[in-house]
Every structure is written in C-alpha cells, then in structure tokens.
C-alpha cells in the first residue's frame, strides 16, 4: 500500500524566510502533484512533477522530485502572507488505476 | 483549462433525506472522483469512476453511491442523510493515463446535514 506523508504538519514562518516542506512516499513512482488549498476553498493545481530529477518554480515556490529517495520537496522563498494556504502533494502508481495518493497536507501559515 | 463544476457551493439538508451532488467537467475526461474533507482527516476518496456506466468504490462508500450516465456528469448520492455525513464534498477529473494523472478540482460542496 502506498504511504504518503509530509512534514512538517503545521509550519508557522515570519514574512521574508525560507523553509522547505517534505513528502515522502513508500513505493518507487515518478509522478508527483503539489496542491494548494485556501481556508474554505477547494484544491487548486501547483506543480506536476513527471521525472527523477524535475523541478518546477513558480513565483516564490520551487518544488522538485527525488524517486530513488522516494521524496519531493516545495521550497518557498522569502515567504510573503499570501502563501498563507494548506499544500498536499500527493503520488500515483501505474499499478493504482486512476487513483491518487495524498499526503495529509502541511498548513502553512506567514506572519508578518 | 479545465472546469469542474459542481452544483451547489453549500447545502443543508435532514437527517434522512435522500441528497444529490452534481459535478460536471468540461475537458472530455474519462476519471472523475468524489472525496470528502474533514478537519484532522485529510482527503478520503468515496468513488471513482473511470468511464460512462462504470464505478469503483474508494476507501469509504459506505453510506453513498454514484451514478455517471454521461461523461460529463458524475453524481454522488447520499442515500439517506445523516449528521456524520457532514463535510466538505469535492469533485476531480483527469484524463486517462497509464497512471493517475493530474487531478483538477471542483469548488466544492459544503454540506451539512441536521
């Protein structure tokens, strides 16, 4: 059964810092998703990551995927309040049929 | 883009009322799914459905069933409501692929059941 999970949970980070968050998945795959979710709304498309090695970067986020250690991580930049959202990123097997993974999301939250 | 629409955005219904949530997708997609979101819980898949006519249950049906007479349109019912049925419904669509693919995102439905 495939496992995803992220750390860290909760992130709590002043205006202006870096911090990165972690997905790790237990079963060898090279596809990858991040998610945005605003407070109250649904799940917005941030990133598809389809290869060892891919790196996507929009605005002050970059995420990139790691498959022989089975990790993806979405780094933020100099983070700004609007940031302020819950991200998941989730994984799919050729093996799941039309299904996704999802992490349990980290909520991140930019004070200034 | 893609659009994934559903039905109504919030939704109060009783206890034992037979309920319908509507998604409708734009993109000619042959997977839609319905998920439902709770605090602490994350996202918990209910169905899925991989074609017109066909469906597979997620990781908790129980209580619900769909039905997706055109590509579309897939509708999840609550076939009697009840008070743990509370919660936030989102629909998604993706193409076919020899895996998941991307998912993309109704609004969702906030539903409550008294």
């Known amino acids: 059964e495939l496992k995803v999970e992220q750390n860290p949970l909760f992130l709590s980070m002043q205006e202006g810092k870096n911090y990165t968050i972690y997905c790790n998945y237990s079963?060898?795959?090279?596809?990858l998703y991040w998610y945005r979710q605003d407070p109250g709304k649904s799940l917005e498309s941030l990133f598809v990551?389809?290869?060892?090695?891919a790196v996507k970067q929009e605005g002050r986020l970059m995420a990139s995927l790691d498959t022989k250690a089975r990790l993806s991580t979405l780094h933020i930049t100099a983070a700004v309040h609007d940031l302020s959202a819950t991200y998941f990123c989730?994984?799919?097997?050729?093996?799941?049929?039309?299904?996704?993974?999802f992490g349990e999301g980290t909520q991140l939250t930019v004070n200034p | 883009d893609v659009k994934v629409t559903q039905s109504s955005r919030y939704l109060v219904k009783r206890t034992g009322e037979k309920v319908f949530l509507e998604c409708v997708q734009d993109?000619?997609?042959?997977?839609m799914f319905w998920y439902r979101q709770d605090p602490g819980l994350g996202l918990r898949l209910i169905y899925f459905?991989?074609?017109?006519?066909?469906?597979e249950k997620g990781d908790i049906p129980e209580g619900y069933s769909v039905s997706r007479e055109k590509k579309e349109r897939f509708s999840l019912i609550l076939e009697s409501a009840s008070t743990n049925q509370t919660s936030m419904y989102l629909c998604?669509?993706?193409?076919?692929?020899?895996?998941?693919?991307?998912?993309?995102f109704g609004p969702g439905t906030r539903l409550t059941v008294l």
């Open positions: 998604a669509s993706s193409l076919w692929t020899s895996g998941g693919g991307e998912q993309f």
């Open positions: 079963t060898t795959s090279d596809r």
């Open positions: 990551l389809l290869s060892n090695g």
């Open positions: 989730a994984v799919d097997l050729p093996t799941s049929g039309s299904r996704l993974t």
């Open positions: 993109m000619d997609h042959e997977n």
């Open positions: 459905s991989y074609d017109v006519k066909m469906k």
